[in-house]
């Protein structure tokens, strides 16, 4: 299978790109700077694609089975705060124009709606990025009504660690404060995804089995 990356650069990103060529998948990297994605495989097609530049992604789509989304505001100095819909209208159009059905999106347990976390500092948190969050929610309602094949997965606090496979799915919104997850392990849920099609038309969160009991 030939899997489209967006975002394929950051450091969700390789992670992903790691796993799917371990389960014997082609890669479509699609990064803004393609110069700057440090791999050496020829399994690995490097393309530019820009979220605020919708025909680069449509173009960069091209040829890809499946559809992965790591897209996520880095600098809060950047008052562009419609990232994540901005990226995500361009993937569905891409994807339209090709005949892609399948798209997993990294989303944030943060786009949920109406769930106020324990701990004055994670709201005020929250509350400060609220914009971002908002945008996002919008987002993963679009991408659920595109007609496509869609997972949103909203991810906790992610960290660099190797994989275990040892993780919790959460259909539950009432997230607790100190979830977090592997980013090997959460190419390893996605990867997995891409394969068994388990949640499909679903939005779920995932996070490790010991930050989540």
Do not use: C
């Amino acid at each position: 299978m030939r899997i489209a990356i967006l975002g394929a650069s950051g450091k969700t990103g390789q992670p992903l790109i790691a796993e799917a060529l371990a389960r014997g998948h082609e890669v479509i990297a699609i990064v803004r700077t393609p110069e700057k994605l440090v791999i050496d495989d020829a399994r690995v097609i490097k393309r530019k694609g820009d979220a605020f530049d919708e025909a680069s992604v449509i173009a960069a789509l091209e040829g890809a089975d499946a559809v992965i989304t790591t897209v996520g505001k880095t600098d809060l100095r950047d008052k562009r705060v419609n990232l994540s819909t901005a990226a995500h209208r361009a993937v569905v159009a891409g994807m339209r124009k090709h005949g892609i059905r399948r798209l997993l999106v990294i989303s944030s347990i943060g786009a949920a709606q109406g769930v106020k976390r324990k701990g004055w500092r994670r709201n005020i948190y929250l509350y400060l990025r609220r914009k971002y969050y908002s945008d996002m929610y919008q987002m993963e309602q679009e991408v659920l009504s595109s007609g496509l094949d869609v997972t949103v997965l909203r991810a906790p606090m992610l960290y660099d660690g190797s994989q275990t496979g040892n993780y919790r799915i959460i259909e539950d919104e009432n997230y607790l404060n100190e979830l977090r997850l592997a980013r090997a392990d959460l190419a390893h849920f996605l990867l997995q995804d891409v394969a068994d099609n388990k949640w499909v038309n679903r939005t779920i969160a995932i996070a490790d089995q010991a930050a989540s009991r």
